[in-house]
């Protein structure tokens, strides 16, 4: 039998793109199933995403991941997108059905998985605060409001921006959502089971930032959950760990938007175990 020495390829495409660790956890999963499968994390600017996008039609790839700043700009450079990137309006997993390329986001979806496995919570019926109203807030907004949730407040410091995304999500998925503007010091309500950081604060390098929340009010059953994973332990889980709140890193949502992405490209379920460690490693915790 003759062997194959043809690779299949996946590619993340964005600008900045050198940091981004997914190739890592994607690599890893390959290798542990086998697969002759590559991942490559690849530098393209807004201006030739038209390119990169037909190019890897014309290459085969089986999926592509998309970051900043490509998730909007490519929805109209595919055949098809899923319901929910839809309603989110963005997306950040494209996989290859045929010769057709159809857009899903799995952003919200890794952070639901992380809520209810890690943290072990149901969403359902729970009352939510996320802070932000950028492309993280609304996948996760979206997702939370699929899985029922009975009250979610968006809290953002751009009024325009989390009204427009209030009224939007409203028109597009019917449920409880409500936005409130951030002005100061922002008192974690008594009644909040999930408070989630969906902004950019506490990013790498300011890892010292925090967003200006006042943890104290929280009440105690609080899950603090964060969708920025570098570092893996913001300054804001830090100080809610501190308080005894129980937390959620983002590095739970990344594993489960890259497990969830592994799945649609390759129909196989990948080691995540594997996946977590070599995050874990390109992290260095
Ligand atoms: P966007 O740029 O789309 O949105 C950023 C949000 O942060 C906006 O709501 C913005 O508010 C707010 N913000 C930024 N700086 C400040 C500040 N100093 N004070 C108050 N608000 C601020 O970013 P994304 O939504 O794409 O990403 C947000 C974070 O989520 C990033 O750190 C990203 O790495 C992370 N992320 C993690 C994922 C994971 O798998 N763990 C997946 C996707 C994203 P305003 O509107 O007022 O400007």
């Not at 009352?127 to 699929?146: D, K, M, Y």
């Not at 920025?228 to 983002?250: K, S, Y």
Request: proline residues 5%; hydrophobic residues 45%.
């Amino acid at each position: 039998m003759g062997k194959n020495f043809k690779a299949e390829l996946v590619a993340c495409f964005g600008q900045p793109v050198a940091e981004n660790p997914t190739g890592e956890m994607q690599e890893a999963a390959f290798r542990h199933a086998g697969l002759q499968w590559r991942y490559l994390t690849v530098e393209v600017p807004a201006e030739g995403l038209a390119a990169a996008v037909a190019g890897a039609r014309a290459m085969g790839f089986q999926g592509l991941n998309l970051t900043i700043p490509h998730k909007v700009a490519v929805i109209p450079l595919l055949d098809e997108i899923s319901r929910e990137a839809a309603v989110i309006g963005a997306v950040n997993t494209v996989r290859r059905s045929g010769d057709r390329f159809i857009g899903e986001n799995t952003d919200g979806k890794g952070f639901l998985r992380g809520v209810t496995q890690d943290a072990g919570v149901e969403p359902k019926g729970k009352r939510v605060v996320v802070l932000g109203a950028g492309g993280a807030s609304r996948a996760i907004a979206t997702e939370l409001l699929l899985a029922g949730v009975a009250d979610l407040l968006v809290v953002n410091r751009g009024v325009a921006r989390g009204e427009a995304m209030v009224a939007d999500l409203t028109g597009k998925v019917n449920g409880p959502i409500r936005f409130a503007p951030w002005e100061g010091v922002f008192d974690v309500p008594e009644w909040a089971d999930l408070l989630v950081n969906a902004t950019s604060i506490g990013l790498y390098p300011d890892v010292e930032a925090m967003p200006e929340v006042n943890l104290a009010t929280a009440g105690p059953r609080c899950l603090v959950c964060d969708a920025v994973f570098n570092p893996p332990e913001t300054r804001l889980l830090r100080t809610a760990r501190e308080r005894g709140l129980r937390v959620l890193d983002g590095l739970s949502m990344l594993v489960y938007q890259g497990v969830a992405g592994f799945q649609l490209w390759t129909g196989r379920n990948p080691d995540e175990q594997a996946m977590r460690r070599a995050l874990e490693a390109a992290f260095g915790v």
